[in-house]
Structures are given as structure tokens and as C-alpha cells.
């Protein structure tokens, strides 16, 4: 029997829009975890080590890591690969850090591989809501990690996002680990349709989580909007998504009704 298993819900496939017997897999995350969780996990598998001590071992592995990776050099750590990368033209075979920028690129090492094959998928059904987000695309990258290039295009693929209605909380919002909300104006709105939005990601936001936000009265049709705008959320990486990400938040439906 499998060690680990991933429950997911099935999903209309966007891109064949037309064939609606087409589904494809959308995974019911749990939660994010952040250090404090995992070393909680560390002292539980091993009491005998203290606490404190690998909290040491984990910071002073993050700066020897960060430190090797803006120095050059590719990093193997067994759970993944990490190499520096470069975004921007070499305008006058100059760097620019006002339009030039460094990322890591990340891929799953040995570790990762070993938990995948002992991992099995549990199909919960088709999924109940008919109003999420359920992918999205960097124009850029082609990435469909929920990674985005700031300053580029960034397509979400959902059910019922249409942005619509009145109210003033109607739009797309990205919010960071610090509480700062930055809105998207509705001039970088470029597509937008009940199943697709294609906008622009503002150019000035740093790399780093944000909490994505589509608020809308949109309820399936167009002569009808709802009365309580509805929200649903996701998150969402400037740069590239961290290996230990933790996924999305799912629908929060945080609109006062209830979703259709």
C-alpha cells in the first residue's frame, strides 16, 4: 500500500472547452506548511535530536544553499536541483536590474522522485462548486505551477471568473506575505470570459508568494449578476514556485451568500 496519497477532484478541461465529457485532474490541497511545521515533523520523527538544533542545521542549510546558488554553482540536495537563471536582454551588453532579473529554476531530485512512486491518487468525484479557479498559465515561462513573471502576461483558467457586476470589489487582486494589496487595473484585464482571464502582472511587484483574488458578481449570465459579490482564491508565485510550496488555498467563497 502506498505511503502517501493525493485526493483529487475532477474538472472540465479548459482548453477543450467545447467537449464537456473532457475532465482532467485538480488537486484538493490540504494546507500550506511553513518551517515552523516542519521542524515539528523533524523533532517528531526524532525526539532525540533537540529542537533548536535542527533549527540550526535548517537555517545554516538555507544560507549555505542560497549562498552556492547566487555564486554559480548548481545545487543538489537529493530533494531537488536548483540552478541560477536570468530573465531580460543584454541591452548595450549591460545589466539592468531596473529590467533584467535572476531566478532559480527548480527540479524534483531523488527524494521527491522515490515519494511520488509511493504515492497513490484518490478521485474524490466531479468537484461540487462551480466557481473556482482551476489553472493558469505564465505567458513568458509556459510554467502552469501557478508561477507568474512580473510584468508579463498570465492567463487563469476557472469556472464563473467573469469579472462582472458594480459593486467596487469587483476585479483581480494579488496580495503579499506582508498584508500589501496590489489591485489589477482593469486596462491590464486583456480577456475576459467566464472560463478565461488573460491579465497583466504588474512590473513593480517583487519576486515572492502573493494571494490571488478574483471577486465578481458574474453568476453565469450575462443579464443576471448576483446580488453579494462572491470571491475565490489561489496562490501565486512571482518567480518561481518554492520545491515546498504548499499549493493553494481553494475556493474560500468568501462572499456573503452561498456559491450557486
Known amino acids: 500500500m502506498?505511503?502517501?496519497?493525493?485526493?483529487?477532484?475532477?474538472?472540465?478541461?479548459?482548453?477543450?472547452?467545447d467537449n464537456l465529457t473532457d475532465k482532467i485532474f485538480q488537486l484538493e490541497t490540504a494546507r500550506s506548511i511553513d518551517k515552523t511545521v516542519i521542524l515539528d515533523r523533524m523533532a517528531g520523527k526524532n525526539p532525540g535530536v533537540r529542537r533548536e538544533t535542527m533549527a540550526l542545521a535548517f537555517d545554516l542549510m538555507e544560507e549555505v544553499v542560497a549562498e552556492a546558488l547566487m555564486n554559480g554553482e548548481s545545487v543538489n540536495t537529493g530533494l531537488f536541483r536548483g540552478v541560477a537563471q536570468f530573465r531580460g536582454v543584454a541591452k548595450n551588453g549591460a545589466w539592468d536590474a531596473a529590467t533584467d532579473s535572476i531566478y532559480v529554476s527548480f527540479t524534483q531530485g531523488k527524494v521527491l522522485r522515490e515519494a511520488i512512486a509511493d504515492t497513490t491518487v484518490q478521485i474524490l468525484g466531479q468537484r461540487p462548486a462551480n466557481f473556482y479557479i482551476g489553472s493558469g498559465l505564465d505567458a513568458e515561462t509556459r510554467a502552469t505551477d501557478f508561477s507568474a513573471t512580473a510584468g508579463g502576461g498570465y492567463t487563469l483558467y476557472g469556472r464563473n471568473i467573469k469579472l462582472a457586476g458594480t459593486d467596487p470589489s469587483v476585479g483581480i487582486k494579488l496580495k503579499a506575505a506582508d498584508g500589501t494589496e496590489t489591485a489589477i487595473e482593469s486596462s491590464k484585464v486583456l480577456l475576459n470570459e467566464a472560463s478565461r482571464l488573460i491579465f497583466t502582472i504588474p512590473a513593480g511587484l517583487s519576486d515572492g508568494e502573493y494571494l490571488l483574488t478574483v471577486t465578481t458578481q458574474f453568476k453565469g449570465s450575462a443579464a443576471e449578476f448576483l446580488k453579494t459579490p462572491r470571491s475565490t482564491s489561489q496562490n501565486l508565485y512571482i518567480g518561481t514556485v518554492p520545491p515546498s510550496a504548499g499549493g493553494d488555498d481553494g475556493d474560500d467563497d468568501s462572499e456573503g451568500g452561498s456559491p450557486l
Open 2 to 17: 502506498a505511503k502517501n496519497i493525493l485526493k483529487a477532484w475532477l474538472v472540465d478541461n479548459y482548453v477543450t472547452a
